[in-house]
């Protein structure tokens, strides 16, 4: 069994998978090491033969969290490094190694899926959007505040906005006109996640016609599910693109 991780900037993404076939055998989200450790430990099949990881924090903390797993579980965690190119997609920043570990293995796993141009969103704490040719030429992208920065803007820079989770979860029942503070503030900023995958789409259709597949991942891919019908969600995406990065067997 492999143990996969995603080290967001909020979250760590988890799941274990058979080593053979690739069969889902557990996975989550947490928001600490300790809890990872913890959830990974309550799976009662677990043997695990090794473990990769894609992180866009710091060296410090993913050297941390290597150690941990090392001594958790006794495998030694491979970390996807930055590449020029791989698995047919060429890296199109000007430093290939500026270019987030986690957008990148969205390119190389959304490429190898659709075969073909494709434009990935990905909403997390920020917003991305990655652009891939047909012949395997990252074009660039674009990162925005996701949910959780412009809500916590929101909330930090004025004295007037101030309301709990379980307030915020209840006002997106609806998108229409918000009546109170919450409402105005958690469907205004769909709206503006919403105007975001909208514009991704706009970009896509200047470049390709018709032409292209368009992936949707992050925590918050269903906030923009309607903006965007004609997405493949794929939650996991990251992961794809990280065994084929971080091939084990
Ligand atoms: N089970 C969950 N736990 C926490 N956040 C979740 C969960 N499901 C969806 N979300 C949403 O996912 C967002 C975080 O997305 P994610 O892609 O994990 O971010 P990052 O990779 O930057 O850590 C949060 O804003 C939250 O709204
Ligand atoms: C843009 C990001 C902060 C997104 O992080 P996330 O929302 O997945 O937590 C991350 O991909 C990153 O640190 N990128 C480096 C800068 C860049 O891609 O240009
Ligand atoms: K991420």
Known sequence: MILELDCGNSFIKWRVIHAGDATIVGGGIVDSDQSLVAEVSTLASLRLSGCRIVSVRSEEETAALCALIGQAFRVVAQVAEPAQQAAGVRNGYEDYQRLGMDRW?????????????????????????????????????????????????????????????????????SLAPGRSTVEAVERGCVLMLQGFARTQLEQARALWGEDFTVFLTGGDAPLVREAAPQARVVPDLVFVGLAMACPLD
């Open 105 to 173: 293995l969205a390119a190389l796993g959304a490429f190898h899926l659709a075969k073909g141009a494709c434009l990935v969103i990905d909403l997390g704490t920020a917003a991305k959007a990655d652009f891939i040719a047909a012949d395997g030429e990252h074009l660039g992208g674009y990162i925005c505040p996701g949910m959780p920065l412009m809500r916590s803007q929101l909330r930090t820079h004025t004295r007037r906005i101030r309301y709990d989770d379980a307030s915020a979860a209840r006002a997106l029942t």
